[in-house]
């Protein structure tokens, strides 16, 4: 029988149920301890729950939150509690969760569903779970939301094996164990979340959370990682670009993983003779990641980027042209990924999107990425550029289609359009352009219309009102003819 995460977990337990599992700036849990409130959890969950949403502030108690709902034999939905209230109802509704756990301090936020409260300083009770629920390594262990191309965004449905495919992917290549610390830096809906908190927890290293304050200055957070005795950072390029500002990094640190987006040389010029650094590569729907490159000073690619390296254990990356087959060495095509980590793909009615999910003649599932890339001479793979309109920003994924589509939405809006530019370092930033439904309607209106339904990397950067949106002679918005705001 195929072990779940919950199984993993416990075997930590058993094998050193004193040793710190978890810890914030409040509180430390040992394994057993976190056990014990995890099971404490689970208890409070209703006997029917299947999908448990979770939004609260990131602490042991949302760690144990995790663990309560995956040994309740369920699956976890998480949303950070800064999201927009629409776009966090969307998700719980299109998720169909039997609840939601969360804190008092969102309970408005949340009033239309049922609402479990779990406040910091959540202790073990004598009403808790012992053991897991009745899960399978195929049933669903969490559902992430991601920007959708159709206007709304799509839940990724990630199972119990998906996640444990991962766990040991990580353990070949990077070795963690009872010496190691693992920050917990990232936001709960991506998918660096999920490979800090099980990469860690379930190869017996701890998992340290900062507060929100300290995460908000790369001093402070520099200080409490040199203070516990932080040994792995995984984050954005753009995490690892600020370490490399800095005069000096904690020599705790053995480690550092950047994922999410295009990883530059320059972003490591100062670190990569410190610590090892991995580039790492692969979208939520194929779970974190599904190649890693070890950059060193000299093999960075001629435009400056890292190739993002070779497949990680159990997955497979084929490079293919469009009717799927593969292109010869060095050409250009899309990056195919098959292996333990492709998921079951987006819930609900997702026929269209589920199409890059293909059954191969046989019987192999591959994941269609939307990447493109080639193979170098050394087997590495380097990737290029998106094959459809989605772009990264602050590496997250972002669907211009579906920001078009709020902006749309406003009755202060006439006609409009999202166009998306680069900046001088690559980087992708989007415009709004607006024919106002009034000449009076002041710009900040819109924006404000916007922050009431997008994430704030979602927002457009700059705002420019039209008396009308460019056409093309068949009627279609002509997106080469939008004025380009330049980025300084």
Do not use: W
């Amino acid at each position: 029988m195929e072990p779940v995460i919950f199984d993993l977990f416990a075997q930590q337990c058993a094998r050193a149920p004193e040793a710190v599992a978890v810890f914030d700036e409040r509180r430390t849990l040992s394994r057993q301890a976190l056990y014990e409130l995890s099971g404490t959890v689970a208890a409070m969950l209703p006997a029917d729950a299947k999908r448990v949403g979770i939004v609260m502030d990131h602490g042991v108690e949302m760690i144990a939150a995790i663990f309560g709902v995956l040994q309740a034999g369920a699956a976890y939905v998480p949303v950070e509690p800064f999201f927009p209230a629409e776009r966090i109802r969307f998700m719980m509704r299109d998720a169909e969760v039997g609840c939601i756990l969360t804190q008092r301090a969102y309970r408005e936020k949340l009033s239309d569903f049922p609402l479990i409260l779990l406040e910091p300083g959540l202790a073990p009770a004598p009403e808790r779970v012992e053991g897991r629920g009745a899960a399978d390594a195929r049933d669903l262990a969490y559902i992430l939301y991601t920007s959708g191309s159709t206007g709304t965004p799509k839940g990724v449905a990630v199972e119990q094996r998906n996640v444990c495919h991962y766990v040991r992917a990580f353990q070949t290549e990077f070795h963690p164990d009872d010496r190691d610390i693992m920050l917990q830096y990232s936001v709960c809906s991506f998918d660096i979340f999920v490979e800090e908190v099980f990469s860690s927890l379930l190869s017996g290293a701890a998992l340290a959370i900062p507060s929100a304050e300290t995460k908000a200055s790369m001093e402070r957070l520099m200080a409490f990682v040199e203070a516990r005795g932080v040994t792995i950072i995984s984050g954005f390029p753009y995490l690892l670009e600020e370490m490399n500002a800095l005069p000096n990094i904690p020599d705790s640190l053995r480690l550092l993983i950047s994922g999410g987006d295009v990883l530059r040389a320059s972003y490591i010029s100062n670190l990569v003779d410190k610590v090892p650094i991995y580039n790492t590569y692969g979208p939520s729907e194929t779970t974190v990641c599904a190649s890693y490159f070890r950059c060193t000073a000299d093999n960075a690619l001629l435009d400056g980027t890292f190739p993002v390296g070779t497949p990680v254990r159990g997955a497979q990356i084929q490079i293919l042209d469009d009717a799927m087959r593969p292109v010869r060495p060095g050409e250009v095509g899309e990056l195919c990924i098959s292996g333990g980590g492709v998921s079951r793909g987006y819930i609900g009615d997702r026929a269209l999107e589920n199409r890059a999910f293909v059954t191969m003649p046989d019987g192999t599932r591959v994941y269609r990425s939307g990447d493109m890339g080639y193979a170098l001479p050394d087997g590495s793979i380097a990737f290029l550029y998106r094959k459809d309109s989605q772009i990264m920003i602050y590496g997250k994924r972002v669907e211009p289609d579906e920001v078009e589509n709020v902006l749309l939405r406003s009755e202060d809006v006439a006609r409009g359009a999202v166009g998306v530019q680069t900046d001088a370092a690559g980087l992708a930033y989007m415009t709004a352009y607006v024919v106002p439904a009034s000449p009076d309607v002041p710009l900040s209106t819109l924006r404000a219309h916007m922050e009431a339904y997008l994430p704030a990397y979602m927002v457009p950067e700059f705002f420019v009102r039209l008396d009308a949106i460019p056409l093309t002679p068949n009627g279609k918005i002509d997106r080469q003819a939008l004025p380009v705001v330049m980025k300084g």
